[in-house]
């Protein structure tokens, strides 16, 4: 028998059991209404089957947004949590177009490590881990909102990404931002000078700071225009001179007349370089040594910031302490306020698959450890949601009280592991068996449309046989890779020509069997997979 024709005998439009991997799980994504057509209303799926139990501690109350830190084991769903977490997002964004959910995923750690690492320049890759700081994570999650803000502002098109990532501030986004008030338009120009995309940040500020309605601030133009009318004053007072006759050209005060005023610009234009020039570059340079994840150099930092007003400059991250990053963090939550967003949720997820990390116990904790911070997590309006390996919850459980106090995860949403039982994992299959019927592809009560998981066994095996098997499996993967395996060793052992369509007791227990010793074999870490 093939496989196509055991799931067109149960009216089944694809394999329930085939994906790994939520981000390319065409199952999961129909269930979340993305890649997909959504589930039809009739069909019954058995509620919130298809979350986890913790699901809603993580999630919390988008009005109020809240951080978690979640632990779990390869293949335990923390890809498909962060992928419901979006599409939770994407429904209260429709719900709510006047108080949107802004979705940062900080997960896309490659970049930031890369340029870190060469910055640091540290012999393995550990070392300049070692000196990453809260402050240079606080960087990356502005430079992932800014970027796409940027784009909304001046009209540009926003790279490819998700829904609930994409900004949006209105068809006329000319007229949104020049409503906003001065102050926050000035901080807006800033934010983009220090957080934009390299490559092009420099010359979208000057773009910005048109369509923001900045100018020059009233200092800065005057000490322009005396810059200019100084030398002009000096040239015609000599021009002057030259016409009078010998004792006014040759007296004294004419003299010291123009010595004094040549002598006063000079200094003017070295005190308006060493302000303006000097200054400006120097802050340009503390700017690439200060946010080494920008992956630009102090020339572009310098001409950026050059079009910033002198005032608004002063809130630049010129030291390590992450406090100014704070202080522009609380401002663009109040910029994005002004725009329709009420908070925002950054989640991290896949942190150990980075090509510079590669599943390393050590140098996943150089990267995740600062953000371990409770000021961080508590912060107002911005929730930070961490899906972290397993291995780092053992490396937790091994540090000081002393740490324990700073990082207060008593006060998140903390999930010790990420753990399912058999009967969570029966519901989850039945729920993917269901939305793979017919009913659920066309909208229509067809037969199928009631399917259950037990249904594709024989009579011997219980629902209690079937569910015990499933909570060896301990986790969605290995369950899955459990009842396609099962499945597909049905098929090999009977012909179509048999009618026999339901999985006997022999074929279920020897696949446990094998699947347990692969599933151990798999902690113990002698299996790949």
Not at 25 to 50: H, I, T, W
Not at 130 to 139: E, M, T, Y
């Amino acid at each position: 028998m093939t496989l196509q024709e055991f799931l067109q005998h149960w009216n089944l439009v694809e394999n329930p059991f085939q994906g790994e991997e939520a981000r390319t799980d065409r199952v999961f994504g129909r269930m979340n209404g993305q890649g997909g057509k959504a589930l039809s209303v009739p069909v019954n799926l058995g509620g919130n089957a298809a979350y986890h139990a913790d699901f809603d501690r993580v999630m919390g109350d988008l009005r109020a947004p809240s951080s978690a830190v979640v632990f779990g084991e390869k293949g335990s769903g923390k890809t498909a949590m962060r992928l419901q977490i979006a599409a939770r997002i994407r429904e209260h964004n429709a719900e709510n177009p006047d108080a949107k959910i802004l979705l940062v995923a900080h997960d896309e750690l490659n970049t930031m490590l890369v340029r870190i690492h060469e910055r640091y320049n540290g012999k393995t890759p550990l070392d300049s881990f070692q000196r990453i700081r809260l402050a240079d994570h606080l960087d990356a999650i502005l430079a992932a909102i800014m970027g796409r803000l940027t784009d909304a502002m001046l009209g540009d098109p926003q790279p490819e990404a998700s829904i609930e990532q994409m900004i949006s501030i209105g068809p006329e986004p000319k007229k949104a931002v020049r409503r906003l008030d001065p102050v926050v338009r000035r901080d807006l120009l800033l934010l983009q000078a220090l957080y934009d995309r390299p490559g092009q940040a420099d010359e979208r500020t000057r773009r910005l700071r048109r369509r923001l309605g900045l100018r020059v601030s009233p200092g800065d133009v005057a000490a322009r225009v005396l810059l200019v009318l100084w030398p002009l004053a000096v040239i015609a007072f000599y021009i002057w001179s030259k016409d009078q006759p010998d004792a006014v050209r040759h007296a004294e005060w004419v003299k010291w007349t123009l010595m004094t005023g040549a002598g006063a610009y000079g200094l003017m234009l070295i005190a308006y370089l060493s302000r303006r020039v000097i200054a400006i570059r120097q802050l340009g340079r503390r700017m690439r040594k200060q946010i080494p994840s920008a992956g630009r150099g102090f020339a572009s930092f310098s001409r950026s910031l050059g079009l910033v007003d002198s005032r608004t400059r002063t809130l630049a991250p010129t030291i390590d302490a992450p406090e100014t990053r704070y202080t522009l963090l609380e401002r663009l939550r109040r910029a994005m306020m002004s725009l329709g967003y009420s908070g925002v949720v950054v989640v991290i997820d896949r942190v150990d698959e980075p090509p510079l990390i590669s599943g390393d116990m050590d140098r996943m904790k150089a990267v995740i450890w600062p953000l371990l911070n409770n000021r961080l997590l508590q912060l107002e309006g911005i929730g930070v949601k961490m899906l972290l390996p397993i291995e780092l919850r053992h490396a937790l459980y091994k540090e000081s009280n002393s740490f324990f106090q700073e990082a207060r995860l008593d006060k998140q949403g903390f999930v010790d592991r990420l753990s399912w039982s058999g009967a969570t994992l029966y519901d989850l299959c039945n729920s993917r068996l269901r939305a793979c019927t017919k009913a659920a592809s066309v909208g229509l009560q067809l037969p199928g449309a009631g399917l259950n998981l037990i249904d594709l066994f024989a009579e011997d095996v219980s629902l209690n046989d079937l569910t015990e098997a499933l909570e060896h499996m301990h986790q969605p993967r290995d369950a899955f890779k459990f009842l396609y395996r099962a499945v597909s060793e049905h098929c090999a052992a009977v012909t179509s020509l048999q009618n026999q369509w339901r999985i006997p007791r022999y074929i279920l227990e020897v696949v446990k069997k094998q699947e347990i010793e692969r599933v151990q074999a798999l902690y113990r870490g002698i299996r790949p997979a």
